[in-house]
């Protein structure tokens, strides 16, 4: 068996001959990295002000139904909007490797409903939304944001997003289709729950 590392482009297996642990071998797309998050809030002003007094992130763009906030150079990386009631996560957004155009094939290829949108908001033109099972929580993939024009900080603001939670009432179906669907690496498992 072969344990030589191949390249690492959507529909190629990581290495050849040998299983990577918690890695499918050819997902229909790879996803780069984390990039936003939406959350809802009936007090749009008061988590505005706590993402910018006590965790320093800058706000970009705002309005009387959105705000958007970044950590530096993306556009954004927290959307509040309002709402009726507050409730987790709204949206995530997620970089991925390669274009959008061989995303939707692949995508649709294996069956799962995505719709092309250039309206999702400011920095991300381009997105292919899809939901995710048992939430229907809306996925943004996107090739690249625009960039906020925001200066790095010294200070305690966090460099980047880097982790979102989500509840699920079936584990294993959630974390098949982050690793078999966007390439996802599964890394650990805090008992039956987390």
């Given at each position: 068996m072969s344990s030589e590392t191949t390249s690492p482009e959507i529909g190629e297996p990581a290495r050849t001959g040998t299983a990577v642990r918690g890695m499918h071998p050819s997902p229909a797309v790879r996803v780069a990295?984390?990039?936003?998050?939406g959350f809802?809030?009936?007090?749009?002003?008061?988590?505005?002000e706590y993402y910018t007094n006590v965790l320093d992130f800058e706000l970009v763009e705002n309005s009387p139904s959105r705000a958007f906030l970044t950590t530096?150079?993306?556009?954004?990386?927290v959307?509040?909007?309002?709402?009726?009631?507050?409730?987790?996560?709204?949206?995530?957004?997620?970089?991925?490797?390669?274009?959008l155009d061989d995303a939707a094939k692949r995508?649709?290829?294996?069956?799962?409903?995505?719709?092309?949108?250039?309206?999702?908001?400011?920095?991300?033109?381009?997105v292919l939304v899809l939901l995710e099972p048992a939430t229907g929580t809306p996925l943004h993939l996107y090739e690249s944001q625009l960039e906020s024009g925001v200066a790095t900080s010294a200070g305690v603001r966090p460099s980047k997003l880097g982790?979102?939670?989500?509840?699920t009432p079936d584990l294993s179906d959630m974390q098949g289709f982050y690793q078999e669907l966007l390439g996802f690496r599964w890394s650990d498992t805090i008992g039956d729950f987390f």
């Amino acid at each position: 068996m072969s344990s030589e590392t191949t390249s690492p482009e959507i529909g190629e297996p990581a290495r050849t001959g040998t299983a990577v642990r918690g890695m499918h071998p050819s997902p229909a797309v790879r996803v780069a990295r984390l990039g936003y998050v939406g959350f809802s809030s009936p007090d749009v002003a008061r988590l505005l002000e706590y993402y910018t007094n006590v965790l320093d992130f800058e706000l970009v763009e705002n309005s009387p139904s959105r705000a958007f906030l970044t950590t530096g150079f993306d556009h954004h990386c927290v959307v509040i909007e309002k709402a009726e009631a507050m409730s987790g996560r709204t949206f995530v957004g997620f970089e991925v490797h390669g274009s959008l155009d061989d995303a939707a094939k692949r995508l649709t290829d294996r069956g799962y409903e995505i719709e092309r949108r250039t309206d999702v908001g400011p920095g991300t033109p381009d997105v292919l939304v899809l939901l995710e099972p048992a939430t229907g929580t809306p996925l943004h993939l996107y090739e690249s944001q625009l960039e906020s024009g925001v200066a790095t900080s010294a200070g305690v603001r966090p460099s980047k997003l880097g982790h979102v939670a989500a509840f699920t009432p079936d584990l294993s179906d959630m974390q098949g289709f982050y690793q078999e669907l966007l390439g996802f690496r599964w890394s650990d498992t805090i008992g039956d729950f987390f």
